[in-house]
C-alpha cells in the first residue's frame, strides 16, 4: 500500500463506517485470514475459498476503484488475456494471479491495523515535534530520515504524521523541500522495510529470496540513498536562510520517547521475523498473523494511559480505510496476470541471448534494466507492474546478474523512481498538500534526483554483484 493508493489511511469521525465499508472489510479480512490458514496448514481448499472471496471482492468493489487504477488494471487485463489466448492459458494465468496476490491482501490489511495507534502514539507526535522545530540547515536530513524510519515502521501513517509539517509558515522553496524530504525518505524504506509492498512483491516472485537476504545488503543501499538525497538538495535546492532570520530552537528528544519507539519497534520486527521463521510462513503472512494483535495491544496501552483514540475508534478505523485497498489489489492482481501470461510466450533464453549479442552482460546488464524501469516508471507505469513482469521472464543470472542483484535492482527502482512517477498514490497525496500539479512534483521536482539515484544505485549494485556474490 506504499504506492499506488490514492487515499490516506484517516481516522474516521464516529458514525461514519457504512455497510459498503463494513462487508469490504469483512472480505477482505476474511481473504486473509483464510490464505492463512491454508499457509500454516498446507490446506489448498483454505486457499481455494480465499481465492474465491478475493474474487467476490473484486467484483464488489471495483465500481469504486479510481479511475487511474481502474484504466490500469484493466489494460494490463487485456494485454495478458491476448497474451495467454493463443496458447490457452488465460484461466490458468488467472487462477495463478488470484493465488498469488493473496498475500498482499493479507500484507494490506495487517498494515491498516497498525496505521490508527501509530497516528495516537505521545512517542511518535513528541519525535514529529522535534523534527519540526529543527532549523533551516537541518530539517532537510531530519525529516528524510524520520520519514525513512517511522515509514518502515508504520508505512504511511509516517506521511500522515510528517505532512502537517507542510501546513506551518513555510515560503513555497521551504515546502517544496520538505515535501521532496519526506518522499524520498519513504519510499528508500521500500529497500529493505518488510511491511512495504515492494519486498513483499520481491520475496514472492523469487521464492528462494528471504527477507534478510535482501535487507542485508538492502538497509547500506537505503542509507546511500538518504546520503545522496540530501547531498543532491544541498547542490540544486537549498537556499541560504535571509540575514536577520530567526532560527528556531529545537525541541529536546527524550531519551524515554526513544526508548519506547525502539521497544515497539524491536518487539514489532523480532516477532514478525519468528514467527515466518518458526512456522516457514511468508513474511505477509507472518505480518497478518503478528501486527493485528500487536496493534490492539499498543491502542489499549494508549488507551488505558489516557492517550487519544480507543479501540472502538480503531475499529471504525480499519472498517473504514480496509476497503481502500481496493485499487491496489486490482493493479497487483492485473500486474500478476500479465506476468504469468508474458512468461507463456517469452522465452527467457531467448531474451537473455538477444542482450548478450548487444553487449547487455553484467554491469551493462544492471544499468540497463535501471533506466529502463526508470523510464517505465516515470511515464506512468507503476514499479509493481514491471517487477512482477521482469520476475517472470528477466534472466538475471544468465545476464550476469544474481538474484540478490537483481532483488536490489527492483527495490531501488521502487525507491527513488516512485518519487518521479505522476501516477504514483505518494506523488498525488502531496499535490494535495502542496497544490501543485503532479507533472510538477514528478518531473520538475524529482526527476533529476531519480536519475542520479539510478546512477548511485547501479554502481553500489555492480560492487555487491562483483564482489560479494560472485
Known sequence: ??????DTMETPHPGKVNFRNLSGAFLLFLCSALASTGALGGWSQYTVAASMVLGLFVVLEIYRVPRQQLVTGVCLVLIGSLAAFPEGGVIDSAVKATKGT???????VAVAFLQYPALNSPSMYAVREV????????RYATLTLSAHFFGALTNFAAMSLLSTFLYGNLDSNARERMACAMG??????????????????ILYIMPEMTWLKLAMPGVPLAFLLLTYGWAFDRLTHRKPPLAGTQVPVPVQLKAETVFKIAVLAVVLVGTIIFVSETLAVTMPIAIFLVTPLI?????ALLSRQGGQGSLSGMAESVIENIPKLRAEIIVFLSANFLGYSAALIIDPAVVSTSLIEAGIHGWSAIFVLLVFML?????MLHPLVLIVLLGQIFPGEALGVQQVSLALCMSAIWGVGTPSSPAS???LFMTRILQRSPWYLSWRLNAAYSFGGVIVAGIYIIIVNRWFLM
Open 131 to 138: 523534527i519540526v522545530s529543527q532549523p533551516p540547515g537541518r
Open 1 to 6: 500500500m506504499d504506492q499506488t493508493n490514492t
Open 425 to 427: 498514490g505518494l506523488t
Open 295 to 299: 496493534s490492539i495491544i499498543w491502542q
Open 375 to 379: 523510464l517505465c516508471t516515470m511515464l
Open 184 to 201: 524520498r525518505g519513504f519510499t528508500l524504506a521500500a529497500s529493505w522495510s518488510p511491511f512495504f509492498v515492494s519486498v513483499a512483491v
Open 102 to 108: 493473496l498475500i498482499f491482501a493479507a500484507l494490506f
